[in-house]
Nanobody, 116 residues
Framework: QVQLVESGGGLVQPGGSLRLSCVAS????????MGWHRQAPGNQRELVAS???????NYADSVKGRFTISRDNGKNTVSLQMNSLKPEDTAVYYC??????????WGQGTQVTVSS
């Protein structure tokens, strides 16, 4: 089992920045991908960004150039730096981990609200 705990959500004005963090614990030795998804009310959960153990990243088109995902394998953490936030970025953000290429785990989610 893998446990994921997110932090860093909150309320920010348009154009502002937030940094989300996710700490993994448990059976973490063979986690090969971590990432962030988000879900706004009435919408499906969607990929925001992901990063492999080797550092390969993938971003949703809507966040490219504004968000940066990073990973500290030694601390078992993945972070999402979000800049130039827009109201449409408002959602619950979930941390996700894939272990051994097939086991999927989710965090409890953290709310991000972009509003003036």
């Amino acid at each position: 089992q893998v446990q994921l705990v997110e932090s860093g959500g909150g309320l920010v004005q348009p154009g502002g920045s937030l940094r989300l963090s996710c700490v993994a614990s448990g059976s973490i030795s063979d986690i090969n991908l971590m990432g962030w998804h988000r879900q706004a009310p009435g919408n499906q959960r969607e990929l925001v960004a992901s990063i492999t153990t080797g550092g390969t990243t993938n971003y949703a088109d809507s966040v490219k150039g504004r968000f940066t995902i990073s990973r500290d394998n030694g601390k078992n953490t993945v972070s999402l730096q979000m800049n130039s936030l827009k109201p449409e970025d408002t959602a619950v953000y979930y941390c996700r981990a894939i272990r051994a290429g097939r086991f999927q785990y989710w965090g409890q989610g953290t709310q991000v609200t972009v509003s003036s």
